[in-house]
């Protein structure tokens, strides 16, 4: 449906990984000096100890073949050896990420169950209910920040635009006749961002996730999207252009694609971020050795190759500074989404 969105969009969502601590070494376990000494492990001492006792899910609430899933099955490989179990990557798309949210939720707390929570469910899901079906602050455990996502606007060959300042022209010029699509809260909130600070007309089309709508674009249904470079090859391959790049600065995988404050719209600034949660009441110990764990394996040379290609920028930190992340976000996407015109369901 068309959505002519009005207001003023405040600045918002500074560049998160800045204000990230990172996680030092992994320490010995000090239950492993205990028993050592003859000494008796407490009963949370000792279930920090043996686990995992079973493979452990890593939910994800996006479809396969999306920035998030790669992201998080690249990842599960090698805390899989981290673990010494399987880390199997569930994916659980729908309602924009509530329903992976509440699986978590109902899980128990024992580090069996993590979950790749994003700006979608933790900050744009709860902000747009009038009544969230959670609270990311308290249903939850912070474990440690995963990674910044980078999105490109993606425009198709049928656009006679090949720059941002072209494309808001044409849209301004044609006001109702092109359509865009969503896979995620990002590409909802940046187009809003984009369109009310042009006051352009443009029809939204959204969707589960990205890998379901590039088949749009691809077929020619479809001509503008904020894609990750998941799909980028794809679009491409399409001659799709990219015209802007939703970051602080340009990436080195494509220098040529200026950001949107270079392209000149330094409003549309949403900054899509990810973190590793568990259910709530995850033992301090378990969260500690879990953060600890996931901060080496993030820093890995091999996983930053990956995440470069996938366009994501690692950066693990400490289950405080993601706990401060969650508040911070909240309220700073809340904001942004009352600003953009859109009200609370």
């Known amino acids: 449906m068309k959505k002519r969105i009005e207001g003023q969009i405040p600045d918002t969502v500074a560049a998160a990984a800045t204000t990230l601590v990172p996680v030092g070494r992994r320490q010995a376990l000090a239950a492993a000096g205990a028993l050592a000494l003859g000494s008796a492990l407490p009963s949370i001492g000792r279930a920090q100890a043996d686990w995992p006792t079973k493979p452990v899910r890593l939910v994800v609430p996006f479809p396969a073949g999306g920035g998030a899933d790669l992201g998080a099955r690249v990842v599960a490989v090698h805390l899989a050896s981290a673990f010494g179990k399987p880390v199997v990557v569930e994916n659980r798309a729908g309602a924009d990420g509530a329903v992976a949210a509440l699986e978590v939720i109902k899980s128990a707390p024992d580090g069996h169950t993590l979950y790749f929570g994003t700006a979608t469910s933790m900050s744009y899901t709860p902000s747009l209910k009038k009544n969230p079906p959670y609270d990311p602050v308290t249903d939850f455990t912070p474990i440690s920040t995963f990674c910044i996502f980078t999105f490109y606007l993606m425009v198709a060959p049928s656009v006679p635009a090949r720059t941002l300042a072209e494309l808001v022209s044409y849209a301004r010029a044609n006001p109702g006749k092109l359509t865009y699509a969503t896979g995620n809260s990002t590409s909802i909130l940046a187009m809003a961002q984009l369109i009310q600070n042009n006051k352009l007309e443009m029809t939204h089309v959204p969707y589960k996730g990205e890998a379901q709508a590039a088949l749009d674009l691809i077929g020619g249904r479809i001509p503008i999207m904020f894609a990750t470079p998941a799909i980028l090859p794809q679009l491409l391959k399409e001659k799709f252009t990219p015209v802007a790049v939703l970051l602080p600065k340009r990436t080195n995988t494509m220098p040529d694609v200026p950001t949107m404050a270079e392209a000149g719209q330094p409003l549309v600034n949403i900054m899509p971020w990810g973190g ?30 990956q995440y470069e290609k996938l366009g994501l920028f690692p950066t693990p930190s400490s289950p405080q500074a993601m706990a401060d992340l969650v ?4 309220a700073a996407w ?9 009200e609370k369901e």
């Open 327 to 330: 508040k911070d976000q909240l």
């Open 276 to 305: 590793l949660f568990g259910p709530a009441k995850m033992p301090r110990e378990l969260v500690d050795r879990v953060s600890r764990d996931f901060g080496t394996v993030m820093r890995r040379a091999d996983v930053g190759e």
């Open 334 to 342: 809340s904001r942004t989404m009352r600003a953009a015109g859109i």
